[in-house]
């Protein structure tokens, strides 16, 4: 498709040229636009990232709107929390401070088989929470490989040291079984048996990663998505949407989801024998004995806990309260109890640029308070220490592209706004008034999940969400909620995710054990997301009434 890429920018220019010469509504110039970047986002023609530059271009060509006012949207407010939360989360890999709380977990849980899964879908939920998705499944993979691989070891030589003492007392039937096929039955039997348990784990490392993601405001592209459309295209709505609500709705969605998956994978991959999975009050087999010496050993390697690791993780829980504390909303918050009219003024940004700029300051490793000698200082280099962070290192690992792709989502909601193109597009769902809201959203559910297999989470909710708020006389959260989670589904491809190709390029899986399984993965989160919109959050948002910001957007 990519060799096709000058035939495609030769067409959308010539239709530009077209449109350019002719008189059109906002409404139409607009939605042309959206149809082009939709067709380049899902194609690939070019960058993502790239495409998203089109509206600084296009958009006033066209007269839709002014280059001042598009260029805002690409670092606004909602770019500059994402930003912030990926310093953070920069620096937590740097220092290896999620590979230490990884293995801790996991020794603490055990090694049984059903426990050993369950400890790497909380470990990699639990980070895929507040660092990228890929870096956390690229950082768990290679774990779960040496714990497999262990374990692999540990079975063959146990195998071959029955084969060498003999379970007989002959010489002669020694001999028979020695001469007999080495690949009997049961051979075949157990070796098919852990192939199913490799499955199984890798798989659960990718599943976990993406539903982790969900849990928090900062932990995915389409969470952000939400956060500036629905910033932009309701100015007004009283910061419904922000780091303490999100997390109070999707936590527990995302705990659901990831006990049903857990499930689903014991079920498919190690079947429902709970006493050998469980093992309780057993005592360890020599491969579960394996595995936790290899965590034990890979504990061992990081040594103690450093000043540099207690620093980050210092700042990481500061960072936590202080977004959890900025506005709770049962009781006033810092920004309010601690700065003049700070709940208009301050949002989640604030804290997670501030954090960031701490993170360039304080020191790696522990002051020497001693007396400043002019003669035997560096003059290069007048600080003892160098900081937590290094420029050089953010910029290497921090994902511009997708800054990139949200600015662009961005100034394609506010001009569709402002061109009028929400409105009408409003307009022609009336009908939809006559179906239960709950149909709807389950439907466009549906809907998302399958388009995100194969199109960027980020691009899929850019392109949906806009149209989803649309809707007259439903809550815009009740359909763009389900929406924006159901963009993080992408369960079922390779390609769908980068958490999915980091465990398929091990070799462990084949596309179709992925598609299996991922089908009941995608029925599984659009339940759990059905099931949180029309349970604890209709009166978290209040949904059974259509708010006062929303009409007033709604009839301009």
Known sequence: ???????????????????????????????????????YWCTEVIPLAVTSLMPVVFFPLLGVQSSKSVCLQYLNDTNMLFVGGLIVAISVEQWNLHKRIALRVLLILGVKPALLMLGFM?????????????????????????VLDQMD?????????????????????????????????????????????????????CYAASIGGTATLTGTGPNMVLKGQMNQLYPNNNDI????SWFGFAFPNMILMLVLAWLWLQCSFMGLNFKKSWGCGTERTAKEKAAYNVLKAEMKKLGPISYAEFNVLLMFVLLVLLWFSRHPGFVKGWAARLFPEGEKYITDSAPAVFIALLLFILPANKPKFIGWNPIMSDPEQPFLSAPLLDWNVVQRKMPWSIVLLLGGGFALADASANSGLSAWLGHQM?????????????????????????????????LFLPVFSSMVRIHPLYVMLPGTLSASFAFMLPVATPPNAIVFSYGHIRVLDMVRSGIVMNIIGVFCVTLAINTWGRPMFELDTFPAWANNTANQ
């Open 1 to 39: 498709m990519k060799e096709n890429t000058p035939l495609f920018i030769n067409i959308t220019l010539h239709f530009l040229c077209l449109n350019m010469s002719s008189v059109m509504l906002q409404e139409a110039k607009c939605a042309y636009i959206i149809i082009i970047m939709a067709v």
């Open 122 to 146: 909380i470990v990699t939920a639990f980070l895929s929470m507040w660092i990228s998705n890929t870096a956390t499944t690229a950082m768990m993979v290679p774990i779960v490989q040496a």
């Open 153 to 205: 070891n540990t079975e063959y030589d146990v195998t071959m040291m029955e084969q060498a003492t003999g379970q007989t007392n002959t010489v002669i039937e020694l001999e028979e079984k020695n001469a007999s096929d080495p690949t009997s039955v049961h051979g075949e039997g157990l070796r098919s048996s852990e192939k199913r348990v490799c499955k199984g784990m890798t798989l659960c490392v």
């Open 241 to 244: 949407v922000n780091f303490a």
């Open 430 to 462: 009336t009908p939809l008034g006559s179906i239960p809201p709950w149909a709807i959203a389950t439907v466009l559910s549906l809907i998302i999940a399958v388009f995100t297999e194969c199109t960027s989470n980020v691009a899929t909710a850019t």
